[in-house]
Nanobody, 130 residues
Framework: QVQLVESGGGTVQAGGSLRLSCEAS?????????VAWFRQAPGKEREGVAV????????YYADSVKGRFTISQDNAKTTLYLQMISLKPEDTAVYYC??????????????????????WGQGTQVTVSS
C-alpha cells in the first residue's frame, strides 16, 4: 500500500525559508512517473506548485513560485523535497505531495492537475507571517 507522509511545515516570517519533505513507502520510488507538490490556501482551490516528470527528467514550477522554490528527490527516489526561500504571506497554505505511476511525459501544458495523481499525502501546514 502506497503511503506518502509530509513533514517540515511550520510558521516562518516573510523572507524566511522552509524545506518540506515527503517520504514515500509501499513500493520502489522508481515506480512513480510524476511526483509533485500542491498547495491549498483557505477558501481557495488546490493548485500545483512544482512537478517532476521522472521519465523525462524535467521539472516545472508555477509562475508564482518560480525562482523561489526548488523541487528535488533523493537518489533512491523515496523522498521528495520542496525547498522554499523568500517566503511570502501568500505562500501560506497546506502543502501536499502527490505521486502517480502511470507512464506520462510532459505535454504542451506541463502543469498537471490534481486529477492526474493517484497518491496523496495528508498535508503539512505552512504559515508565513508578515
Amino acid at each position: 500500500q502506497v503511503q506518502l507522509v509530509e513533514s517540515g511545515g511550520g510558521t516562518v516570517q516573510a523572507g524566511g525559508s522552509l524545506r518540506l519533505s515527503c517520504e514515500a513507502s509501499g513500493r520502489p520510488g522508481s515506480t512513480y512517473s510524476m511526483v509533485a507538490w500542491f498547495r491549498q490556501a483557505p477558501g481557495k482551490e488546490r493548485e500545483g506548485v512544482a512537478v517532476i516528470y521522472t521519465l523525462a527528467g524535467t521539472t516545472y514550477y508555477a509562475d508564482s513560485v518560480k525562482g523561489r522554490f526548488t523541487i528535488s528527490q533523493d537518489n533512491a527516489k523515496t523522498t521528495l523535497y520542496l525547498q522554499m526561500i523568500s517566503l511570502k504571506p501568500e505562500d501560506t497554505a497546506v502543502y501536499y505531495c502527490a505521486a502517480d505511476d502511470r507512464p506520462v511525459l510532459p505535454g504542451p501544458n506541463p502543469h498537471p492537475s490534481e486529477l492526474d495523481f493517484g497518491y496523496w499525502g495528508q498535508g503539512t501546514q505552512v504559515t508565513v507571517s508578515s
